[in-house]
């Protein structure tokens, strides 16, 4: 028989929807069939998948790599699966899955060429973005550092559409001991701001992100805290050819995080 809402395992699931949860349990909820295939294919991560009987029967190769890996699939009503989810228009699929962020330490251990700092960023959904994207130009980490949004929020896992379980994802308390170690591990530290003195096409033209790079993006409505600019190495603007005032936080991070990934191949 489908689970219901009231299901207790359904009941347990769904206040993973709650950071105060996620964290003491060490658990969260991703969402999606392309979410649940990156996090099956990550051994030992989804502890639980839930799906509704037209889902199961769509995918239903995700429900039989669940299986092989001794995890429990779970079938729900669909209004159980809407408790689980907080989309308007579910995909009929959710996994329980562990925390996968690492230390600061074993992520520097794979000596990263091209790391990503969300310094203080609150934004989910553009935290998940910037991660999707980071990913997609072959960084090896994402450090969230000091008051920055929960990588396992709802919204960021969801934006970031897999790329969590690609890539290093660091959780750090102090952004200012973060690029001290970036640093001592032989990265160039970039600061974005609108002000910076250094022109991104200026770094490009002289081959100044040739080397391991670590870019630091700050919130949209606050920016950088100066702090961090202030341990950079450089500061970096992008250029604005046309007549907007400027770009947004996520589209500033693809051109800086792709301008690296060109130039460091």
């Known amino acids: 028989m489908a689970f219901t809402p009231r299901t207790p395992r359904v009941v347990a699931a769904r206040r993973l929807q709650r950071r105060r949860d996620r964290d003491a349990t060490g658990r969260f909820l991703a969402e999606g069939p392309q979410a649940v295939r990156e996090a099956l294919a990550r051994?030992?991560?989804?502890?639980?998948?839930?799906?509704?009987?037209?889902?199961?029967?769509?995918?239903?190769?995700?429900?039989a790599t669940a299986a092989r890996a001794d995890v429990p699939v779970s079938e729900v009503t669909d209004d159980a699966l809407a408790a689980l989810t907080e989309t308007?228009?579910?995909?009929?699929?959710?996994?329980?899955?562990?925390?996968?962020d690492v230390s600061l330490e074993q992520a520097l251990a794979g000596a990263p060429r091209l790391v990503a700092v969300l310094a203080e960023i609150r934004d989910p959904g553009n935290a998940g973005t910037v991660l999707r994207t980071a990913d997609a130009a072959g960084a090896g980490a994402v450090i969230f550092a000091g008051d920055a949004v929960d990588p396992y929020n709802g919204k960021c896992v969801r934006a970031s559409a897999g790329s969590l379980f690609h890539v290093d994802v660091v959780r750090a308390t102090d952004p200012v001991a973060v690029v001290d170690a970036l640093r001592a591990a032989g990265l160039s530290i970039f600061a974005t701001t609108g002000y910076g003195?250094?022109?991104?096409?200026?770094?490009?033209?002289?081959g100044r992100l040739v080397?391991?790079?670590?870019?630091?993006?700050?919130?949209?409505?606050?920016?950088?805290?100066?702090?961090?600019?202030?341990?950079?190495?450089?500061?970096?603007?992008?250029?604005?050819?046309?007549?907007?005032?400027?770009?947004?936080?996520?589209?500033?991070?693809?051109?800086?995080?792709?301008?690296s990934a060109r130039a460091q191949r």
């Open 211 to 259: 080397g391991p790079t670590a870019w630091l993006f700050g919130s949209e409505a606050h920016g950088l805290p100066e702090e961090l600019t202030a341990a950079a190495d450089t500061t970096v603007r992008v250029p604005l050819y046309g007549r907007a005032e400027s770009l947004n936080l996520a589209a500033a991070a693809a051109v800086c995080l792709y301008a």
């Open 88 to 100: 308007v228009a579910p995909q009929g699929l959710v996994a329980v899955c562990r925390h996968v």
């Open 197 to 206: 003195d250094s022109d991104l096409d200026d770094l490009t033209d002289y």
């Open 43 to 63: 051994p030992e991560v989804v502890t639980e998948l839930f799906g509704t009987t037209t889902a199961l029967d769509r995918y239903p190769e995700l429900a």
